[in-house]
């Protein structure tokens, strides 16, 4: 039997953790990712210690690739605003304590914008409190997530997460999370040029760093500095891209995760279209663009 392309989508957590895993099932993928509280504010909701085992049992007995927890999209580790940094501080500390119901999986955040100060302080103030939230007895990998660059957003740029990484000191606990759209987005040609993309990632970050994928294509154009995420094959990366992205051997046994504009019904359609692209062997790897 051949390789398993591991692909999900952003799933409510309204119904619990044990839901989420099922739902997931009767959409023929194997991994999701969900948010750990409310996207636009800070209110968690109690985890149900017997519903987070439950699910772990299940991703253990269908053989799920690690799930991905989603921070609220208001943090911003980089703000000049210490009450804002404290807030974003304490959530992620919050969640970082609340994924150890689920060990072993990871946590995803948008590494903020610096809003005037310049990049240098914002990638300062990112891996200070990357510093104070990283316990070395977690069971937690925190990613980076690859960013569009638009305004003064911190990580738009394969240098700028490689500098955080560097400066956090517990940094085997920490990854990258590479989004299609955002580093389409951000000027990196993932469509014409996907090896010389990764050579470059490499170069800079380290591929051992990138940990999971969001695969969503983009409703404008390379380097528009948008991030405005389209459904697969309707944006300006288009179908061929992606076919090219998930058989890539330096990518294809990675976790992906849709974040395209969709309901369940059509994440279920992207699910199974992207796993009839998927190759057990590597030859797609030639494949032109």
Do not use: W
Request: net charge negative.
């Amino acid at each position: 039997m051949g390789e398993t392309l591991n692909i999900g989508c952003h799933l409510s957590s309204s119904k619990g953790y044990l839901f989420m895993g099922k739902q997931m099932m009767s959409m023929g993928g194997n991994t999701f990712q969900f948010f750990t509280r409310n996207p636009r504010g800070s209110k968690a909701k109690a985890i149900d210690p017997e519903d987070a085992a439950a699910l772990c049992r299940l991703m253990e007995q269908e053989g799920f690739a690690k799930i991905l927890a989603h921070a609220p999209y208001t943090l911003n580790p980089a703000s000049a605003d210490p009450k804002v940094r404290t807030f974003a501080l304490m959530t992620i500390q919050d969640d970082l304590e609340r994924m150890e119901y689920t060990p072993g999986q990871m946590y995803n955040f948008h590494p903020g914008s610096h809003v005037g100060q310049g990049m240098e302080e914002g990638i300062r103030l990112i891996s200070e409190l990357l510093n104070e939230v990283l316990k070395p007895e977690q069971t937690t990998t925190v990613l980076l997530e690859t960013m569009a660059g638009k305004g003064s957003e911190v990580g738009g740029r394969f240098e700028e997460l490689a500098e955080i990484l560097r400066r956090v000191e517990l940094s085997d606990h920490m990854g990258v999370c590479l989004d299609t759209c955002h580093v389409h987005d951000g000027g990196y040609d993932i469509v014409n040029d996907l090896d010389g993309v990764l050579e470059e990632f490499d170069r800079i970050v380290g591929l051992d760093r990138l940990k999971a994928i969001h695969i969503n294509d983009s409703k404008n154009p390379l380097a528009s500095h948008k991030d405005r995420h389209e459904v697969i094959g309707g944006g300006f990366i288009g179908l061929p891209a992606f076919e090219r992205i998930i058989n890539h051997p330096r990518l294809r046994r990675l976790p992906f995760y849709l974040e395209t504009p969709n309901e369940i019904a059509g994440y279920t359609a992207e699910i199974a279209l992207l796993k009839s692209r998927y190759r057990s062997d590597e030859t797609s790897h030639a494949i032109e663009p």
